[in-house]
C-alpha cells in the first residue's frame, strides 16, 4: 500500500526532512544510551521539538484528527485515524481540492 503512494505521489521534501530528524533522534538516543551523557537529553528534547514542528506543518497548522473531521464532514461518514491508509487520505484531500474547484 506504501508503495502505492510513493508511487503515485512521491516523497515530499518535508517529509523528507521528518525522517531525517526521526532518524537523528534516534541516533541521539542510542548515544545517550551508551555514553550517559546528559547533555544528550538536551539534544534529543531538540530534536523531538523539531518533529513535533514538523508534524504540525504538514497539515498546515492543522492536527490530523481535524482534518480529518473536515474530511469526514465532506464525505457524509466518519474518517477513522487508525484505519485510514496514506494513499486514502491523500486521495481523499485531492478529491476534496477537485470539489472545492468547482464551487
Known sequence: MYN???KEFGLDVRYKKYLEAQKKRALLQSEYVITKERFKLTE???ESQKIQ???IHFAGGKKIEVILTWLGMFLGYKLDQKTTTVKEYFVILEEYGKANKKV
Open 4 to 6: 502505492e503512494y510513493l
Open 44 to 46: 534529543i528534547e531538540i
Open 53 to 55: 514542528d514538523l508534524e
